[in-house]
Nanobody
Framework: QVLLVESEGGFVQAGGSLRLSCSLS????????VAWFRQGLGKDREFVAA????????YYAPEVKGRFTISRDNAQNTAYLQMTKLEPEGTDVYYC??????????????????WGRGTQVSVSS
């Protein structure tokens, strides 16, 4: 059974940085595309970024492009989300998702197969 585990989030001031990690176990990590989503209270789950099996293929939501970087280390079975210039609007629960299949559109949360439990990121103004 595939299990995704996110690192602990945290509190950060606006303009600060934070790195999240997502570890996959139970299958061959290299076969999976990985994405990050976030969800605020009472809101839909929102796409943040995705990285495909090949590390050079990445996608970002327009509101985070240039500030967030998604990466992966296949040897460590782990994906990362480096977040910089964080804004109070980025206060959300961040979720890691993974799939072995082609996802169209990649922003559709219901298309992703496996999910982590989420981790809280809080950005103070």
């Amino acid at each position: 059974q595939v299990l995704l585990v996110e690192s602990e989030g945290g509190f950060v001031q606006a303009g600060g940085s934070l790195r999240l990690s997502c570890s996959l176990s139970g299958d061959d990590f290299e076969q999976y595309a990985v994405a990050w989503f976030r969800q605020g209270l009472g809101k839909d789950r929102e796409f943040v970024a995705a990285i495909w099996w090949r590390e050079t293929i990445t996608y970002y939501a327009p509101e985070v492009k240039g500030r967030f970087t998604i990466s992966r280390d296949n040897a460590q079975n782990t994906a990362y989300l480096q977040m910089t210039k964080l804004e109070p609007e980025g206060t959300d629960v961040y979720y890691c998702a993974a799939t072995r299949f082609t996802v169209v559109p990649i922003t559709a949360a219901h298309k992703w197969t496996f999910w982590g439990r989420g981790t809280q990121v809080s950005v103070s103004s």
